[in-house]
């Protein structure tokens, strides 16, 4: 899971819960806070949460080889998810309320049929909800499973509806890595 700690435990939970035994679960806490991009090009790398996650995946490949991931992300964690959503292994995306720029399309990669959820509200105020409803269409456009799904009434605190959002997610991980027959997964 890529994002605040305290948002995501829930969606950890929920995934977990609906997976049984046939998932692992992993959390991720980003070691600087923000996307420093700026800094990151200064010194010929990418922004910070993307490095975070390149290293938590490149770990849950090794104590899990072979098995699938799924990256779920809210706000800048969707941003890194979609930029990721090529990396080795990565079996399925879902975005929450993502922190979308069109001019992070040029890192989106080669996407193939990677089946993705693109979640937000069309009521969001901090992240906008026209940028997760771009990303899905651009994706298909490159050849990857997505679909956009509004979740209406709510903020980018996912405080009114909680129990959509998380049932939405972990529905879609499981059905994309466990009831798809991919075997023992992965949630990053």
């Known amino acids: 899971m890529a994002a ?3 948002s995501l435990a829930t969606f950890a939970w929920a995934i ?3 997976a049984g035994d046939q998932m ?4 991720l806490q980003y070691a600087k806070r923000g996307w420093n991009a700026e800094r990151a090009s200064q010194q010929g790398r990418e922004p910070d949460p993307v490095v975070d996650t390149r290293w938590a995946l490149a770990v849950i490949r090794q104590r899990y080889p072979g098995v699938p991931i799924a990256l ?3 706000s800048m964690g969707g941003r890194v998810a979609l930029r ?3 990396a080795e292994s990565v079996a399925a995306v879902v975005t929450v309320g993502a922190w979308v720029e069109k001019a992070d399309e040029q890192h989106w990669g080669r996407v193939g049929g990677t089946p993705m959820l693109l979640i937000h509200s069309p009521q969001d105020r901090v992240t906008d909800p026209a940028g997760s409803a771009y990303a899905a269409i651009a994706l298909s456009q ?3 499973d997505a679909r956009y799904l509004a979740i209406n009434g709510d903020s980018h605190g996912m405080v009114r509806h ?3 959002w998380h049932s939405s997610v972990a529905e879609y991980v499981v059905a994309q890595l466990v009831d798809a027959g991919a ?3 992965s949630v990053s």
């Open 4 to 6: 605040s700690g305290r």
């Open 16 to 18: 977990a819960r609906s």
């Open 24 to 27: 692992a679960v992993v959390s």
């Open 72 to 74: 779920v992300g809210h």
């Open 84 to 86: 990721l959503a090529d």
């Open 142 to 144: 490159r050849g990857a």
């Open 162 to 164: 909680p129990g959509q």
């Open 183 to 185: 075997g023992p997964s």
